[in-house]
């Protein structure tokens, strides 16, 4: 398939769901850093999922009846020669009409004009409600157009429909394009994992290692890191979302780093945590292998037909037999998951989605239910145990941090490991870093 047809069979999807109406999804904007600096530019994930068009300004909408999408219409930049020598190319809405496979595309200064004529007779709007202040506002102001002209016969949407609800659902199963791309954005940042542990030495700073990892999503082509990069020495590791990345490794400690790379808009996220010296001391084996050993049930948790929650409960039974064995947690494992005592080393859950957002959409429950796994689902499996000095705690596991977290596909016979080249046992690890 052409890469456009995939972005054309995903709104004729959508469109299908919406069953009538019209949907309005725009990008991001541009946000500005300071003065006259801007963030590097994300398009929103919703839009470029069904337009694969990365430009800022743009709008998509979707006038649907009957289950078809009648009209599929593209808003953008308006060419303008002057900005293009300053800002670079843009295709402006001739081009981007056919480029993108849309119906019709207009400037985006005309959005005003044009709307109010679209939503005219139609019972619904599509819109993501709450996400923006300021498109809440313009929607509700087009709306408001539509029922001025009630005197004339036209009525207004009485219905708004969030897109997301039904977008979440399409979003949560890929398809074998963006499959394509996740296997190879697992693929970068495994190669960015491993030159981080070639890199590592004592004494080095996390930022110097955090260089590596970001040379090597750029140097492969990724577009940025899907999310701000983890490099945690020592007890740092037991900061969950530490970022500072500004410490001295110490001979001794571990390095605990959590990072992936965005290509074409998709996420990848991997943890490992290795020796600063290349080798594991034997309380930081214990705990390590507790943690692979945990994690290795839990993925082997991931197939379909299986719930959302039983690679985590693997992972925790796993994790609470080891905390109880090494004097930990005190008592039976039944009574630590039961008073749920392990939340003193391991505190958040086994995973999440993982797709265009590196937290990716899709609900996790359906009716009260943790909901059944299906091929085409992409997550992670991320056990860790995050131990700090306390008196209750034998001293030799104090700052000890560790994670280990995969990418893995749900497929027909059970999953497939995206990010399984990374090195992970013990004896991998320290052969590596030899
Ligand atoms: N890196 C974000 C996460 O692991 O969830
Ligand atoms: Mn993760
Ligand atoms: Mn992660």
Redesign the pocket.
Known sequence: MEKIEHYMKRRKQLASMMKSGVAVIPTAPERLRNRDAHYPYRFDSYFYYLTGFKEPEGVLVIVAEQAESVKQILFCRAKDPEREIWDGFRFGPERAKDAFGFDEAYAISEIDKILPELLGNQTTVFAALGNDAAWDQRITGWVNQVRAQSRNGVTAPGEIHDYRTLLDEMRLIKDDNELQIMRHAAEISVQAHRRAMQATRPDRYEYEVEAELLYTFYRHGAQSP??TS?VAGGANACILHYIDNNAQLKQGDLLLI???CELEGYAS?I?RTFPVSGRFSSAQKDIYQLVLAAQMAAIEQVRPGNTWNDPHQAALRVLAQGFVDFGLCQGSVDSVLESEDYKRFYM?RT??WLGLD??DVGEYKQQGEWRTLCPGMTL?V?PGSYIRAAENVPQHFWDIGV?I?DDVLVTASGNELLTAAAPKTVTEIEELMQ
């Open positions: 899907a999310y983890i959590d990072a992936g996220d943890t958040h995973g999440h590196v937290h992670t991320e994670r977290e």
